[in-house]
Nanobody, 130 residues
């Protein structure tokens, strides 16, 4: 059974760093695209980063460019989101998602909306506060 699990969230002071992990079980994660989304209280879920499965190119939402880095750790069958210089605006629940299990995902690829991603983790909360 395919399963994703996020970890690494927590409380951090402004300017601090966190490393989130999205670990897969039941399948090989690097065969699929992986995206990180976040959802702040009262807001819609937004994609902040994506790493493709074919060429492993990456994309970032404008507000996290230069601060966040997405990468694969194939030895651990996981995807990492390194988050630096965090601010209160980064407070949210962070989710990872897999795309490319269904053919429909490929119409938009990394730009696909939340409903087109095939598998989700349960989320890990990040709170940035002094």
């Amino acid at each position: 059974q395919m399963h994703l699990e996020e970890s690494g969230g927590g409380l951090v002071q402004p300017g601090g760093s966190l490393s989130l992990s999205c670990a897969a079980s039941g399948f090989t994660l690097n065969m699929y695209a992986v995206a990180w989304f976040r959802q702040a209280p009262g807001k819609e879920r937004e994609q902040i980063s994506c790493i493709k499965n074919v060429d492993h190119t990456t994309t970032y939402e404008e507000s996290v460019k230069g601060r966040f880095t997405i990468s694969r750790d194939n030895a651990k069958n996981s995807v990492i989101l390194q988050m630096n210089n965090l601010g209160p605006e980064d407070t949210a629940v962070y989710f990872c998602a897999v795309g490319g299990v269904r053919a429909s995902w490929y119409s938009a690829g990394c730009s696909a909306g939340p409903s087109e991603w095939d598998l989700w983790g349960q989320g890990t909360p990040v709170t940035v506060s002094s």
